[in-house]
């Protein structure tokens, strides 16, 4: 859904930097939601028991988000969704923290990230068409009832545990090499904010309908689909930081190709590449910071990456907006291009990591 957020917010006639305000906004709640996640997992609820209890709230502000066309109705309702998601996205990950070992841990999350694309694929293709037929008070409507009942469904299919956790004392260390990590995500998923928005408007600029944008979208991420799971499997013959430095090469060529041309196959090429960024370079930060952590420190370090992501769109979507107020589509995209290669270069001197999961057992 969010490559066509910006164009619904455009369309109550706003400017480009109240854009960056608004998406801003919602990831400041989003910050707020991820920081509770982390406070109430696992002192006082199960994760499990976290999840179950976002789904509801959730499903209500989206039905909300369609009967408004205001500035600041939508915001209100963006700023509900944004909050109680920042605890189920944190939570998830805590959760799937709770299910893995050394050898697991790279695939479990390469799942998580393959189901995150199977969902924004699903999703584009629903918003596109459904938003073409039916407007936008029924199609919220459909996707709050889609996201109630398959939320639903996967959080009860296994057992749910409804029970007071007992608090874990942990021992967490904020290291040279956790800010060096935190630093380069930091900057990476500024980008990838500064990538959506940026392309999202352009596209609206150059005649694209929202139904066209969302299935460019889903195009894009379906041929980024399998690349978790690959990622994750690579993991026995590479170490999770090179990994993470081809992910981002790749964003890198995103933007490249993004400034040499406007084809609509080759757009969508470039989002499959920051969908295998967004996914995997998700599934190697969580390899690296499991293998830096014990299993009672893993929830804390996983709240403080999950912080770190919301304050990078807090503070990508205003760049973004003041950027495409003052200068143009290119500039923006050649400055998207210096942050992927920062970030790179904070990874590689940032600390030492060449052990393969192979020789991790060893």
Not at 167 to 194: G, P
Not at 239 to 251: D, N
Not at 303 to 319: C, D, E, H, Q, S
Request: proline letters at 3%.
């Amino acid at each position: 859904m969010f490559i066509v957020y910006p164009i619904i917010i455009q369309n109550t006639g706003v400017s480009s930097s109240a854009i960056g305000y608004f998406l801003s906004a919602m990831f400041i709640a989003s910050l707020f939601g991820s920081w509770i996640s982390g406070k109430l997992t696992p002192a006082i609820f199960h994760p499990k028991t976290l999840l179950l209890i976002t789904i509801l709230p959730i499903t209500i502000f989206l039905c909300l988000f369609g009967q408004y066309s205001t500035y600041y109705g939508l915001l209100l309702c963006s700023l509900g969704i944004s909050f109680f998601s920042g605890i189920n996205i944190n939570t998830s990950a805590i959760l799937i923290g709770y299910f893995s070992n050394q050898e697991t841990i790279a695939k479990n999350f390469g799942w998580l990230g393959i189901s995150n694309i199977v969902s924004t694929l699903i999703g584009s293709l629903i918003i596109g068409t459904s938003l073409d037929l039916f407007g936008n008070k029924l199609s919220f409507i459909i996707f709050a009832l889609i996201y109630f009942l398959s939320n639903i469904f996967f959080v009860w299919i296994d057992k749910p545990i409804i029970q007071i956790s007992i608090v874990i004392k942990t021992h967490f260390i904020i290291s040279k090499r956790l800010i060096s990590l935190l630093t380069a995500s930091l900057i990476i998923i500024m980008l990838i904010h500064l990538f959506k928005m940026s392309l999202s408007l352009e596209l609206k600029k150059a005649g694209y309908s929202i139904k066209q944008i969302s299935y460019l979208s889903a195009l894009g991420t379906f041929i980024a689909l399998p690349f978790p799971y690959i990622l994750g499997y690579l993991e026995k013959y590479f170490s999770p930081k090179k990994l993470l430095t081809f992910c981002y090469i790749i964003t890198s060529t995103a933007f490249v190709i993004l400034y040499l041309t406007a084809n609509y196959y080759w757009v969508a090429l470039a989002i499959s590449f920051i969908s295998i960024l967004a996914y995997g370079s998700f599934t190697q930060v969580m390899s690296i910071l499991y293998s830096w952590n014990t299993k009672e420190s893993l929830p804390k370090a996983q709240t403080y990456y999950g912080n770190i992501a919301w304050l990078a769109a807090i503070i990508g979507y205003p760049l973004t907006g003041l950027l495409l107020e003052k200068t143009d589509f290119n500039i923006t995209i050649l400055i998207g291009f210096s942050m992927g290669l920062l970030a790179t270069i904070i990874l590689q001197f940032g600390f030492y990591d060449s052990t393969t999961r192979q020789e991790r057992g060893n």
